[in-house]
C-alpha cells in the first residue's frame, strides 16, 4: 500500500479556528478529552485513537481556507476485523484532514457494540447537520438501533448531543460552514438542503436546489431516491429524524425540524398558491 502524501500542517490559529483544550464529565460517566496536540499522519492518529472508544479529528478539509469539517468513528474499528477492509481508505481521508483538534471519548466501562454504534452514527448525523464536511457517513445504524431499548436510544440521543455540542464548541470555536456546504453524499447533501430553507420543500424542489449545486444522480429515478433518503432511511435510525415529512397536496413535503408542521405547510402553500 502506498501511504498518502499529508498535506502541509498548519497550526489552528493558521486555519482560522480555535481550539479548547478540556477534559469534560459527561452524564454517564465518561470522559471527552478535547486536545489540539494532533499526530500529522495517519498512523499516529490511529495509534491516538486506540485509546478511547469514540474518536474525531477535525479541521480544514483539503486546504488551510478549505471548509471545517473532519472524520468520526469507532476506535475499535481501526484494530479489528473491518480494519484491513478500510486501512487505505482512512489513511487517505485522514491526509485531506489538515487537523485544528481532536476529541477521544473514553469511560472505564465499555459500551455494548449496538448502542457505541448507534452513538457513533448520531454523532456523524448531528456534525453534518451543523453543517461540517463529515469524510465519512453512518453505517450499520437502522440494524444496530433496532436491537436497543427505548432507554438506550433515548439516552445515546443525548450522549451524541452533548458529543456533538463539544465538538463543535470546544475543537471549532462555534465555527461551521456556511449553507450550503459539500456533504459527504446526495443524502446528506439533501438533508443540508431541506434544513437550510425556510418552509417545506417538495420533491422536485430539493432535487432542483441539488442541481443547482452541480449535483447529480446516476439513479432511474432520483425523486424515489430523494424520498427514500428523507423520509424511510432518516427514520429507520432509531430517535428524533433530522427531517420531518408528510403527504400534503398530492406530494411528499419536507421540512425542518426548526419549523413546526404548520409553518412548513403554510410557507409551502405560499410558493406555490
Known amino acids: 500500500m502506498t501511504p498518502a502524501r499529508p498535506l502541509p500542517q498548519a497550526s489552528a490559529v493558521e486555519l482560522g479556528i480555535t481550539v479548547t483544550p478540556a477534559v469534560l464529565s459527561l452524564f454517564d460517566g465518561s470522559t471527552l478529552s478535547i486536545s489540539r ?35 468520526l468513528g469507532q476506535s475499535g474499528d481501526l484494530d479489528g476485523c473491518r480494519a484491513a477492509e478500510s486501512a487505505t481508505r482512512w489513511v487517505i481521508t485522514q491526509a485531506r484532514i489538515l487537523p485544528a483538534g481532536m ?66 464548541s470546544h475543537v471549532f470555536g462555534g465555527r461551521a460552514n456556511s449553507h450550503p456546504s459539500p456533504a459527504s453524499n446526495l443524502r446528506e447533501a439533501a438533508v443540508r438542503t431541506v434544513m437550510g430553507a425556510t418552509r417545506g420543500l ?30 424511510l432511511r432518516e427514520r429507520q435510525t432509531r430517535g428524533t429524524p433530522r427531517i420531518f415529512s408528510c403527504t400534503y397536496r398530492s406530494r411528499r413535503v419536507f421540512w425542518s425540524p426548526t419549523l413546526t408542521k404548520a409553518q412548513a405547510l403554510a410557507g409551502y402553500d405560499l410558493a406555490h398558491p
Do not use: H
Open 37 to 71: 496536540d494532533v499526530p500529522p499522519r495517519a498512523a499516529g492518529r490511529r495509534q491516538a485513537a486506540l485509546s478511547g472508544l469514540i474518536y474525531f479529528f477535525g479541521g480544514r478539509i483539503d486546504s488551510p481556507g478549505g471548509f471545517c469539517g473532519g472524520y
Open 103 to 168: 476529541a477521544l471519548l473514553s469511560r472505564a466501562q465499555p459500551y455494548p457494540a449496538d448502542y457505541r454504534r448507534f452513538v457513533e452514527a448520531k454523532c456523524i448525523m448531528g456534525l453534518s447537520s451543523s453543517p461540517l464536511w463529515m469524510l465519512n457517513t453512518q453505517t450499520g445504524a437502522y440494524a444496530s438501533s433496532s436491537r436497543l431499548t427505548r432507554a438506550q436510544v433515548l439516552q445515546g440521543e443525548m450522549l451524541a448531543a452533548d458529543i456533538c455540542a463539544a465538538i463543535r
Open 202 to 231: 417538495d420533491t422536485a424542489e430539493v432535487m432542483g436546489a441539488l442541481q443547482a449545486g452541480g449535483l447529480s444522480s446516476d439513479g432511474l429515478s432520483w425523486g424515489y431516491t430523494i424520498r427514500r433518503d428523507l423520509n
